[in-house]
């Protein structure tokens, strides 16, 4: 049963801002990390020798434990058993040994013949050592931040329900594209003129450990929190019994297999894309590789701003399920534009701010909707299946990308651009399936009254 806490530290202002800050800097370091790579493609072909599907399947390695051993699964029951502490430092805790994995791929010791080398060597020898030991790396840290981002999204809604909630997720978020667009413009130049690829990730390393005493001094908040929820008699328990029968309701629940279905088909256009948009371009629309990581800056920059403010409209006004078809829309334009338009420079920022929108409208009104379908107590477990559907999309995508990248590419005379049409294609039809299903979500909210368009914040 969902509890009206009443004079306990999350009514304290300052103090539930205060959580928003610690935890969404965590996401900040974690956003940095996910996308630290995807500046390097270039690189990473000239120095590693990895092709574009080598790099897709690298990418798409960060969803591989998560689909395959179903660990966002496990996650959310351990996070609905053994608490948002527990959970959240034990998976910060893979998610910085994944990143170090990645880190050590890229480092001349290992190059050379360090350790896990020969033994990476001696199987598939089609594809390098460096990306074998990258991939275990980036699919433990792909574990870590995603269980990470389940249990950030229980504590926002434990310190800001019937509060503003959308506004605090849309800030998370906001801060969390902030760790991107780091990604994406700095990337580059922390490689140096001698274009060293593993400094980024160095640096990625110590921020994400930064981020892990960040969740500490969120950890001290959320015992007093509890000391208080525990002392107060008059509280009920928000916390109902977990069973694993739970996580079957979920799929009896069409509004939460609609979420699920549009939440895979809209991320798998946005973040797979993103791992090759700064070589998209660079490739179709010319721009050097230091700066294309700038051009799809503007994307998480135009998020930055928007989530929250469409967070806080929500919260005030509602009419999450009619923006989420808007997003859906705006998304199969950004990437017409992308596919099939002239490269010319002016469309491709016109497509990256539209994209922009899409991405902010989306995300601020999908997240803060799930907890109007879904109790309180399964909460846990609603966000972890949402995000392994997802997964399987943010593992499949890049791989197709990349795939679908090489294969239309055959034959390419030395020195020519890459042609990036049959690829954008991909992600136009994942574009207008989502909006196939926004639509049908829209249906069935005002069939059963889940709310989806009314506001956020209980008067
Ligand atoms: C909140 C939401 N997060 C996710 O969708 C994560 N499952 C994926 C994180 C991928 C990190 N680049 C979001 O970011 O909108």
């Known amino acids: 049963m969902t509890a009206q806490l009443k004079e306990s530290i999350r009514d304290s202002k300052s103090a539930r801002w205060f959580v928003l800050i610690t935890v969404s800097f965590l996401m900040l370091t974690g956003y940095f990390f996910t996308d630290i790579m ?47 502490r527990f959970t959240g430092t034990f998976f910060v805790g893979v998610m910085i040994f994944g990143a170090f994995l ?31 030991m990258a991939m275990i790396g980036y699919a433990l840290f792909g574990v870590g931040v995603e269980i990470a981002g389940i249990t950030v999204s229980r504590i926002i809604v434990k310190w800001f329900k019937g509060k503003e909630m959308a506004l605090a997720m849309g800030l ?26 593993s400094r980024p990730l160095a640096f990625g390393v110590i921020l994400l450990i930064i981020g ?14 509890d000391a208080e929820v525990a002392a107060d008699e008059t509280v009920e328990s928000s916390e109902d019994e977990f069973k694993i029968s739970d996580v079957f309701l979920l799929f009896k629940n069409p509004g939460f297999l609609l979420i699920a279905f549009l939440c895979v088909l809209f991320y798998s256009a946005i973040f797979p894309f993103t791992k090759f948009a700064p070589d998209l371009m660079v490739q179709k629309y010319g721009f050097a590789e ?21 967070g806080a409209f929500m919260d005030k006004k509602g009419k999450s399920a009619s923006i989420m078809m808007l997003g859906s829309l705006l998304l199969i334009f950004s990437h017409v534009i992308f596919a099939y338009l002239p490269s010319n420079t002016a469309f491709a920022f016109v497509a990256m701010v539209v994209l922009g929108f899409a991405f902010s409208f989306v995300p601020a009104a999908m997240w803060p909707s799930v907890p109007k379908i879904i109790p309180e107590s ?55 399936a989502a909006l196939v299903v926004a639509f049908f979500l829209r249906v069935v909210d005002k069939k059963k009254g889940y709310g989806l368009d009314l506001p956020n914040i209980q008067k």
């Open 290 to 310: 230091e700066f294309s990581g700038w051009i799809v800056g503007l994307l998480p920059i135009g998020t930055m701003v928007l989530t929250p403010v469409f």
């Open 172 to 197: 998370e978020m906001a801060c969390a594209r902030g760790g991107m667009l780091i990604a994406f413009t700095a990337s580059p130049f922390m490689t140096g003129a001698d274009k060293v690829i």
């Open 378 to 432: 399964r909460l846990g477990s609603a966000y972890a299946m949402i995000f392994m559907i997802q997964n399987v999309g943010l593992m499949l995508f890049p791989m197709l990308l990349g795939y679908v990248l090489d294969q239309s590419n055959q034959g390419l005379a030395e020195g020519a651009s890459l042609d990036y049409t049959s690829s954008m294609t991909l992600m136009v039809g994942c574009g207008i």
């Open 212 to 225: 892990l005493l960040a969740f500490f001094v969120h950890n001290m908040m959320d015992k007093k929190l």
């Open 38 to 84: 995807s500046p390097l493609q270039g690189m990473l072909r000239d120095q590693m020798g990895w092709s574009n599907s080598s790099y897709g399947t690298f990418a798409g390695s960060y969803s591989v434990l998560n689909v395959f051993c179903l660990m966002l699964i496990f996650g959310g029951i351990i996070l609905d058993k053994a608490g948002i």
């Open 102 to 132: 990645n880190y050590y791929a890229m480092t001349d010791t290992f190059n050379n013949g360090g350790l896990g080398y020969e033994f990476l060597n001696s199987f598939l020898t089609d594809y390098k050592p460096s990306l074998k």
